[in-house]
């Protein structure tokens, strides 16, 4: 069992920046891969970006691509997305997920993760 806990959310201009955080309870973090979901008002939750056990393989949506990056500190429990040039389109509440424990790869489907976070919210004005 993992528990999740989001931050770093707020509303930014169009091609600013944020840093959002998440933090795992456990000794067990290193065992899991990682990985963030968005959705936006009225549509569904849609896959970001995601993270293996080690930190050694990432995935990311064509629409974030080149301007999010994901990384973890497995000493700090703690998962990144670092996002800049940031559009109105980003905004949404972003989770970060967990899939079960000792998952390989980076999973790309909300079903194959199991924990969840309780999100925060990112605001991109025009």
């Known amino acids: 069992q993992v528990q999740l806990v989001e931050s770093g959310g707020g509303l930014v201009q169009a091609g600013g920046s944020l840093r959002l955080s998440c933090t795992a309870s456990?000794?067990?973090?290193?065992?899991?891969?990682m990985g963030w979901f968005r959705q936006a008002p009225g549509k569904e939750r849609e896959f970001v970006a995601a993270?293996?056990?080690?930190?050694?393989?990432?995935a990311y949506a064509d629409s974030v691509k080149g301007r999010f990056t994901i990384s973890r500190d497995n000493a700090k429990n703690t998962v990144y997305l670092e996002m800049n040039s940031l559009k109105p389109e980003d905004t949404a509440v972003y989770y970060c997920?967990?899939?079960?424990?000792?998952?390989?790869?980076?999973?790309?489907?909300?079903?194959?993760?199991?924990?969840w976070g309780q999100g925060t919210q990112v605001t991109v004005s025009s």
């Open positions: 997920a967990a899939p079960p424990l000792l998952r390989a790869g980076v999973p790309r489907q909300s079903y194959e993760y199991h924990y």
């Open positions: 456990g000794r067990t973090f290193s065992s899991y891969a």
């Open positions: 993270i293996s056990r080690s930190g050694g393989s990432t």
